[in-house]
């Protein structure tokens, strides 16, 4: 039997466990990339794309409330676009309506009034307030005066700018994190 005394076992120090991360934290490292490019796409789609087109149609209706002749149109053709995408179909009604312009009835397109999938806003046959600028140079100067319209042109435009604003808060909040998280990964592949 052997009789030395058993040396008792040394113990390896204990590493520093990482602190707990919060579950927000934690969650917002995971959906970084996905909040950061959403974030990406509605900033583009509101600011970039909608907002260029709403706003000057909006701008057009304004000016020509101020100084516009109040005449009145008759619509007489309203042209059906069906647009297909990856997540269904849609149908844009643009009007084309008749207008006395200095004195001759004229017929114009006016795509900035255009509709998405709302087929009774225009009727063939159909009379609507116009507002015509006092030198006629384009299609803007000329517009629909009724208050329905406006309010469409004005919804359009706050919710570019909503979505925009919203775009930019998701791209601003998981931007930091997504770069964070690509900092912290190239730097681990570099150590091995």
Request: charge should be positive; include cysteine.
């Amino acid at each position: 039997m052997d009789h030395r005394t058993k040396r008792p076992q040394r113990r390896t120090p204990r590493r520093a466990s990482k602190p707990q991360q919060p579950v927000w934290r934690i969650l917002l490292e995971i959906g970084s990339f996905p909040l950061t490019l959403i974030g990406l796409i509605v900033v583009i789609a509101g600011f970039a794309i909608n907002l260029p087109q709403d706003k000057p149609a909006l701008d057009a209706n304004t000016r020509l409330h101020q100084v516009g002749e109040q005449v009145t149109g008759t619509v007489k053709m309203v042209e059906e676009d069906l647009h297909h995408t990856k997540h269904g179909s849609y149908r844009v009604y643009t009007p084309y309506v008749e207008v006395p312009v200095h004195g001759e009835r004229t017929v114009v397109e006016l795509d900035d009034y255009a509709v998405v999938d709302k087929p009774a806003v225009y009727r063939e046959g159909q009379h609507l307030p116009m507002l015509v600028a006092p030198h006629v140079r384009s299609e803007r100067d000329i517009a629909i005066a009724d208050a329905a319209t406006r309010d469409r042109l004005t919804a359009a435009v706050h919710s570019d700018i909503i979505g925009g604003c919203v775009g930019s808060a998701m791209f601003l909040v998981g931007g930091p994190f997504l770069y964070q998280n690509f900092r912290r990964s190239s730097k681990g592949k570099g150590r091995r």
